[in-house]
């Protein structure tokens, strides 16, 4: 993250305000954002439904 960036600066002060945080490492294959990852990665974005998001948010499994 460059601070010297406004756009990266903003979007530090974003996760900080909404009590998240930003990085730059993949996320946790078990996250949400980790298995819908998996899932594109294995049937290509183009598979990827608003179902898949909320199965994921959910915890259910990801289901071509």
Same mark, same amino acid.
């Given at each position: 993250?460059?601070?010297?960036? &406004?756009?990266?600066?903003?979007? @530090? #002060?974003? /996760?900080?305000?909404?009590?998240?945080? *930003?990085?730059? $490492?993949?996320?946790?294959?078990?996250? &949400?954002?980790?298995?819908?990852? @998996? #899932?594109? /990665?294995?049937?290509?974005?183009?598979? *990827?439904?608003? $179902?898949?998001?909320?199965?994921?948010?959910?915890?259910?499994?990801?289901?071509?």
């Amino acid at each position: 993250m460059d601070m010297n960036n &406004p756009q990266d600066v903003g979007a @530090a #002060f974003g /996760a900080v305000i909404l009590g998240g945080t *930003l990085s730059e $490492e993949p996320p946790p294959p078990d996250s &949400p954002l980790g298995r819908v990852r @998996a #899932f594109t /990665a294995e049937h290509g974005e183009a598979a *990827l439904k608003p $179902e898949h998001i909320r199965a994921a948010q959910d915890g259910r499994p990801l289901l071509p």
